[in-house]
């Protein structure tokens, strides 16, 4: 079945500068990786994704990146700010089934 | 369309008592998916489910734990004579389509907490 490894666990960056999570996943028939975002005492909430058809998607100050042969995703999020600390996951579809969660990020802006 | 709602968000339980866990589903969304999240970790994968059937259970316990997606209703995530390590908080997410085409949407979460 998918395995989704997710790093780091914890990332500290300062208001302004750039922030990068990366995925690796196991199954190549796997066509599909969306990034959460979770806020404490919230759900996951979709915040980008991307399927396997292209190589990098943007929306504003987050971008995901696909790499299809070495099988790793990558989160990028600009100009950071305070508001964007939170828990981020990366998924990857189990075939015919769930999706699969890495472990999560916990990113952590300072001003 | 209101998202996937989860009800009760809290629920305290003494051992051995049952715990009932509701979700709606988005409206037009078929596809029900359960997951455990335990303090400071990640999203486990317990069940899917399509209505009225079980598609893949295999994140869930075999002793205890059961789902259901009825034809009419919420999708119910039943838990048996509950112990001190089923304290976690449990998500629902729906989808209209099955997980590779689409995005799934989660719920706010019930927490539970066994005492």
């Known amino acids: 079945g998918e395995n989704v490894e997710q790093h780091p666990s914890t990332l500290s960056v300062q208001e302004g500068d750039s922030a990068v999570i990366k995925c690796t996943y196991s199954?190549?028939?796997?066509?599909?990786f969306p990034w959460y975002k979770q806020e404490l005492g919230k759900g996951p909430q979709l915040i980008i994704d991307i399927r396997s058809n292209v190589g990098e998607k943007k929306d504003q100050r987050i971008a995901v990146t696909l790499n299809k042969t070495a099988k790793h995703f990558s989160l990028h999020i600009t100009e950071t700010q305070p508001e964007d600390s939170a828990v981020y996951f990366c998924?990857?579809?189990?075939?015919?089934?769930?999706?699969?969660f890495g472990k999560g990020t916990t990113l952590s802006v300072s001003s | 369309n209101a998202g996937v709602m989860q009800n009760p968000r809290h629920l305290v339980r003494r051992r051995g008592q049952e715990a009932r866990l509701r979700c709606s589903p988005m409206k037009g969304h078929s596809h029900v998916y359960w997951y455990r999240q335990l303090p400071e970790e990640g999203l486990k994968f317990m069940v899917y489910?399509?209505?009225?059937?079980?598609?893949?259970e295999s994140g869930m316990p075999k002793e205890r734990f059961s789902a259901e997606f009825p034809k009419e209703g919420p999708s119910i995530l039943r838990i048996q004579q509950v112990v001190r390590g089923d304290s976690a908080a449990y998500f629902c997410?729906?989808?209209?389509?099955?997980?590779?085409?689409?995005?799934?949407?989660f719920g706010q979460g019930t927490r539970l907490t066994v005492v």
């Open positions: 199954d190549s028939a796997s066509n599909y």
């Open positions: 489910l399509q209505k009225e059937n079980i598609i893949d």
């Open positions: 997410a729906s989808s209209p389509l099955a997980p590779e085409g689409t995005e799934a949407f």
């Open positions: 998924a990857a579809p189990k075939a015919g089934t769930a999706l699969i």
